[in-house]
């Protein structure tokens, strides 16, 4: 295991940038906040480059602990549809962003909640109020239009957008993105998570099998102190699957984050959305047909995706914590870099 990278999880091979944007058409943007006690961003997700109202995608969500404030997780498990990027910030701004997507919605389709159904803004939050100065409310709706814009495939990761000032296993969290590769027959396809990391105690921190935390134990301060973050888990595929297929997708990223260290403590908020690509569900004004005609896999060919998915939200979640730089924000509050901790270690002479 390099100091700066961590090991490839599992034996699936990963895509050609191991990002969720491997999958084709998926694309993400940050805006960060970066300046004193305001430590935070928005990051979005976004299916494909067209109009989601228009053209949406299947999706479903799984809520493995449910302390959360999202908005729009009902309308996405009645209904198993995306009708707008996804997006992720700090819990308080969740309000300003989801205004903010109905009013990207509004531009582009000016009949939404006259002529047209409203529209359903999709955003998961997690808490960075230890780094970040949430009652400053500092994201405001130019900060989500930023990010949109900023969408691309390359996906930058670390201390970056909704990941500035999240913490995880007691050190640096933030975003971190993974890919995997698949066969299923003869086709192929790609399964790409990315993460938004803010969960965890440093003695339960366990990298590819091993128990790393222990080793770094000693630099943890409050032993008795409850799991209180959070983590938002998204994966997309370009697999044809349908919305119930996608929901048993998402529960295999418990399976991912559980072998980091997690155990969902009650104050985490864990949630995990899946989507995919492979197909799109025309508003019922662009319909060409009142019957919609889809295909999706064999419900006994799931398993190597069961296995991308874990693989690559463990993947996601340690290039989160390698990917992070070290970040002093409120109150003096600062959290270390896994890869400066695992430097200082090396350097350390043995006991």
Do not use: W
Request: net charge neutral; glycine share 12%; proline share 5%.
């Amino acid at each position: 295991m390099s100091k700066k990278r961590p090991p490839h999880i599992g034996r699936l091979p990963a895509g050609a940038a191991d990002s969720i944007a491997d999958v084709p058409g998926v694309t993400v943007g940050h805006c960060t906040l970066n300046y004193g006690a305001t430590q935070t961003g928005v990051t979005v997700v976004r299916p494909h480059g067209g109009d989601l109202f228009r053209q949406k995608v299947p999706a479903a969500a799984v809520t493995f602990n449910g302390f959360g404030k999202s908005v729009g997780l009902m309308q996405v498990e009645e209904l198993g549809v995306l009708e707008t990027p996804i997006a992720l910030t700090n819990t308080f701004a969740v309000g300003a962003v989801a205004t903010a997507q109905t009013r990207a919605a509004v531009r582009d389709n000016p009949g939404i909640g006259r002529n047209l159904p409203s529209v359903n803004p999709l955003v998961f939050e997690c808490n960075d109020g230890y780094l970040n100065d949430m009652q400053a409310f500092a994201v405001e709706e130019q900060h989500y239009r930023q990010a949109l814009d900023n969408a691309s495939g390359t996906v930058v990761q670390g201390a970056v957008g909704a990941g500035r000032g999240m913490s995880c296993f007691d050190l640096k969290g933030g975003i971190g993105s993974a890919s995997r590769k698949i066969a299923i027959g003869s086709a192929g396809y790609t399964v790409g998570a990315l993460v938004l990391a803010n969960f965890g105690k440093l003695p339960d921190l366990v990298v590819d099998g091993e128990p790393l935390g222990k080793t770094l134990k000693y630099l943890q301060k409050r032993l008795d102190e409850p799991e209180k973050g959070s983590i938002i888990m998204l994966i997309a595929t370009d697999a044809p699957l349908d919305a119930r297929q996608l929901r048993r997708l998402a529960g295999r990223a418990g399976v991912g984050l559980a072998r980091t260290g997690s155990v969902y403590g009650h104050g985490s908020g864990d949630i995990a959305l899946a989507f995919s690509t492979a197909q799109t569900v025309p508003h019922l004004a662009d319909a060409a047909s009142p019957a919609l005609h889809f295909s999706c896999l064999h419900d006994n060919l799931l398993d190597p995706l069961f296995y991308a998915v874990a693989d690559s939200t463990e993947q996601a979640i340690l290039n989160a914590l390698f990917a992070a730089e070290a970040v002093k924000g409120r109150d003096g509050h600062q959290r270390r870099s896994l890869s400066d901790l695992l430097e200082t270690l090396a350097t350390m002479e043995p006991v």
